[in-house]
């Protein structure tokens, strides 16, 4: 069974997806609620599958002072996720280690595999809200016969990271991280496999793609992340052909 860590940011205005302030309709409040219904898909995902939900967050002594909050980092993330959850109490809710994100990653990894001896651990993050039960199912199949097995997004970020054996995590999200893991996989002499490719959404190219798939999912009666749909429609978000291609609008 694997373990797989969300690793999420208390859900505080302009802490949690600044590129889709920066470029996109969305204030940074609208923003925060997409982080949350994100976080909520990814998380309910997990939950649904055969792997473990460990929600790793970081806590305020380690967040920029103008993100400070008078409610505590894990009391949010709890509040935000108990709603989408089938058994809540079954999540576990634990701080990051580390001063970047790849030592943030690596230090849970390790911690997992070589203190608490589970068979893999995986990370993944909540702007992924595409992953679904069978994708962490899947990996977890894979894990069976790979020790690292990478779920690539565009521009070669990765959505999902799972591993059966420790890397060499320092800087191994470092761009393009699909490239860089997989080469930290290689020289650990560990196999190397790959789930299918999904987005993330991080930036306003993101966004798009992520509005054009649900839509196509939504009007074909097909599987799609119910917690993002249905806030990118509360909050008015749309697609119209521009002359430079897809452009978002806001009603």
């Known amino acids: 069974m694997t373990t797989v860590a969300v690793l999420a940011d208390p859900p505080r205005e302009g802490l949690v997806l600044p590129d889709i302030v920066d470029q996109t309709p969305l204030s940074a409040a ?6 949350v219904a994100m976080y909520r898909d990814v998380c309910r995902a997990v939950e649904a599958s055969g792997g473990d939900l460990l929600v790793n967050y970081r806590d305020d002594e380690d967040l920029p002072e103008e993100h400070a909050g ?5 009391a949010q993330l709890r509040a935000a996720l108990t709603p989408a959850l089938s058994d ?9 280690v580390g001063s970047s994100f790849s030592a943030r990653a690596g230090n849970t990894v390790t911690h997992l595999l070589d ?46 990271a799972g591993f059966g054996d420790s890397i060499d995590f320092a800087d191994a999200y470092e761009p393009p991280a699909v490239e860089t893991l997989t080469d930290r996989g290689v020289a650990a002499d560990h196999g190397v496999d790959f789930l299918q490719m ?12 992520a509005l054009s798939l649900l839509s ?20 008015g978000l749309d697609l119209k052909a ?3 291609g897809a452009e978002l609008v806001k009603e």
């Open 115 to 160: 203190r608490e001896d589970v068979t893999s651990a995986a990370v993944v993050e909540p702007t992924a809200p595409f992953l679904a039960r069978g994708i962490v199912d899947s990996a977890a199949m894979k894990l069976r016969r790979h020790e690292v097995v990478l779920g690539p997004a565009g521009d070669g970020r990765v959505y999902y």
């Open 198 to 209: 999904t987005p993330v959404v991080e930036t306003r190219d993101d966004l798009v793609t």
């Open 30 to 35: 609208e923003a925060t609620e997409l982080y």
């Open 88 to 96: 809540p109490d079954a999540a576990r809710y634990e701080v990051q």
């Open 70 to 74: 008078e409610e505590s980092a894990e």
């Open 242 to 244: 521009g002359a430079d």
């Open 216 to 235: 196509a999912r939504v009007a074909a009666g097909r599987n799609h992340p119910e917690y993002t749909a249905a806030c990118l429609a509360d909050l």
